[in-house]
């Protein structure tokens, strides 16, 4: 948006050019905790926010500071590459937690509680969910809280970086439960919600102990984030979202046309996305298929498959552990989705 750009282009001209705290400014700090309350209606201090270099940041310094070697963190499938990577790095066990789409890609009370043992130490979630669009509804997040109710050694990390992008109602965080939320890691940012991708700014609300660890490892890796995005983020957060929620109103409309174009094609089988920017199909119906040059036994096949014959990219489904489905994007304009979806019926077709 126009108005944050010359937020930026101020600080620049204002000189911000030096080193910055490492937790954030405290103006962009504050300025997080009242969007936390005109948002989410969610109390949150500066002591309990770490602004990072990408939400990406934000959540390995959280992984970082809470998982130890051979802790359990469950995650539901799909989920973003990143997730188990990170749990990886921390020498952690990832423990997946399957979906399916007719269950909408979210699991249950009963599925979070046949997974927990006495290793857990971390849940992880996104809601909206990429790459599937799913969203937890208040109800549904109540049903997993009561679970977590019983295990108060989980810390919750809540990834909310869609926000915003939600085409069936009001987002709902889990930390909105009060005998909780001092367990929950909301970890957010300004990629998303505000098409800021290449301005790297993520942050993290979380009670002030982990606020702190996350700080400490922060200080060792990059120090404080850019004090020009930081400038910028503290206008982003406290002017009119109506450049967002417009933006959101162009997503729907390409959302539905995806849909239509996607329902079409024999052998995807696709549930709509609720939130995020993505669709995540069941292609499996392609595998054994061949175009007489190309086998398909994978997603990740078929993803080859579309970029060598559609010139259309997409991700495998096996990287956010759904072998089974691949992600498309409609984060493009309406012409270009039009002509993509075009090459990909096209393409499919040649496969027998």
């Keep these: ?6 937020a930026a282009i101020k600080a620049i001209k204002d000189n911000w050019s030096h080193y910055t705290p490492v937790p954030g400014y405290l103006d962009l700090r504050e300025a997080i905790c009242t969007k936390f309350k005109r948002d989410n209606n969610l109390d949150y201090k500066p002591e309990n926010i770490v602004v990072s270099t990408g939400a990406k940041q934000s959540l390995a310094n959280v992984i970082l500071a809470l998982v130890d070697e051979n802790d359990e963190v469950l995650i539901p499938t799909p989920y973003w590459v990143t997730y188990s990577e990170l749990v990886k790095i921390a020498r952690g066990r990832v423990v997946e937690i399957k979906t399916s789409p007719k269950a909408g890609f979210k699991i249950t009370p009963e599925q979070l509680e046949a997974a927990i043992t006495p290793h857990t130490n971390v849940f992880l979630f996104s809601s909206p ?5 799913a969203v937890y509804s208040k ?14 050694n989980i810390t919750i990390i809540s990834d909310e970086i ?17 005998d909780i939320k001092d367990r929950v890691v909301i970890v957010n940012g300004l990629s998303k919600g505000f098409a800021m991708t290449g301005w ?5 609300a979380a009670n002030a102990t982990i606020a702190k660890a996350c700080e400490k490892i922060q200080g060792q890796f990059t120090s404080g984030t850019s004090s020009i995005t930081q400038k910028a983020a503290v206008t982003a957060l406290t002017t009119d979202l109506r450049p967002s929620l417009d933006m959101v109103k162009e997503f729907t409309r390409r959302r539905e046309r995806v849909l239509e174009l996607v329902s079409k094609i024999p052998g995807i089988e696709c549930s709509a996305p609720d939130g995020a920017f993505y669709i995540f199909p069941d292609i499996s119906a392609y595998y054994g298929k061949t175009d007489g040059k190309t086998v398909i036994h994978t997603s990740g096949d078929l993803c080859m498959y579309l970029l060598n014959n559609a010139h259309v990219s997409s991700v495998m489904g096996e990287a956010f552990g759904d072998p089974d489905c691949v992600r498309f994007s409609f984060a493009n304009s309406m012409p270009k989705i039009e002509e993509a979806w075009d090459r990909v019926s096209k393409a499919l077709a040649k496969l027998k």
């Design 1 to 6: 948006p126009e108005h944050i750009k010359e």
């Design 129 to 133: 969910c990429n790459p599937s669009g």
């Design 139 to 152: 109800a549904e997040l109540e049903g997993l809280v009561n679970v977590f109710r019983k295990y108060p």
């Design 162 to 178: 869609y926000e915003y992008i939600n085409f069936v109602g009001e987002h709902e965080s889990i930390a909105q439960f009060e």
């Design 200 to 204: 790297r700014l993520g942050y993290i």
